[in-house]
């Protein structure tokens, strides 16, 4: 992909942008680049992200957007160096883990408020907050040796924000399994369990996410805007009031140029012109 800039909240040189940034073709490309430290999440590559999300949100020429790493590992999650220094402050580090968990839970939120598709490229291990950032994203492909962990319980802290997540992809009994023996998990398990939608050899990743992605952008955005949200959004409702919810959506949606024109075209046996 064609390299668009580099954001970075410590350093603008490319070796050291925490966050880089990439775009073509509709599609936009995200690559967490601290694999010196594991692609952890520190408060500044979660400042970057934040940051990230926002702004491609709000650009109109991105449709979709994905998610991948530079090294070996995807996410180790927090950056616990970082927390274990902060114990040294006066409250014993009480307000930067406050203000770290907050923070992460913000960008988890704000992918699922994003109104273009998010899609995870896991070239290696996701594990705590990184297995979280995973499951948050829309849809995630996997290279085949890649791993999956919520491994928390080995060091005495309960990956408790990343269950957020996890207990929304996969079943209670698996997310628990995961959770309380803090083991790993096989891309091919991931994908069994529907942690992530596909496992595939290391060098088909790129295809593999890109394919989605091109499809995904060839789709009217106003449409997808309103199912992503829609979708998440029904998810969280009781059956009745759901069905009521998605009625209206579906309602305020035939309104929309993009869906007169797709079923006009369908009807007249042409390609559709989309608006978005």
Same mark, same amino acid.
């Given at each position: ?210 394919? &989605? ?18 979708? &998440? ?11 009521? &919810? ?31």
């Amino acid at each position: 992909m064609t390299k668009k800039n580099t954001s970075s909240s410590e350093n603008p040189a490319l070796g050291d942008a925490l966050l880089l940034e990439y775009f073509e073709g509709g599609i936009a490309s995200l690559t967490l680049n601290r694999p010196k430290s594991r692609n952890s999440l520190s408060m500044a590559m979660l400042d970057g992200l934040a940051g990230a999300f926002a702004r491609l949100s709000e650009t109109p020429d991105v449709k979709v957007i994905i998610l991948q790493a530079n090294g070996p590992v995807f996410c180790a999650g927090h950056d616990l160096k970082e927390l274990t220094a902060a114990r040294s402050d006066a409250d014993k580090g009480q307000a930067f883990f406050s203000q770290t968990m907050t923070k992460c839970s913000a960008v988890m939120q704000a992918i699922i408020a994003c109104p273009k598709p998010v899609i995870a490229a896991v070239q290696g291990t996701a594990t705590a907050a990184g297995c979280q950032l995973v499951a948050t994203c829309d849809l995630a492909v996997a290279a085949s040796h890649a791993h999956f962990a919520t491994p928390g319980v080995h060091i005495g802290l309960f990956c408790s924000t990343p269950m957020v997540a996890l207990s929304r992809n996969i079943s209670r009994k698996k997310a628990m399994q995961m959770l309380l023996t803090g083991e790993m998990v096989s891309a091919d398990q991931a994908a069994e369990w529907g942690l992530i939608n596909q496992a595939v050899p290391a060098e088909k990743l790129q295809e593999a996410a890109m394919q &989605y992605a091109q499809i995904i952008a060839s789709k009217p955005a106003s449409t997808v805007k309103i199912g992503k949200q829609a979708f &998440y959004k029904q998810a969280e409702m009781g059956l009745a009031e759901a069905y009521e &919810y998605a009625a209206a959506v579906m309602t305020h949606n035939m309104l929309e140029k993009d869906a007169e024109e797709g079923i006009g075209a369908f009807i007249e046996k042409r390609p559709p012109n989309w608006q978005s």
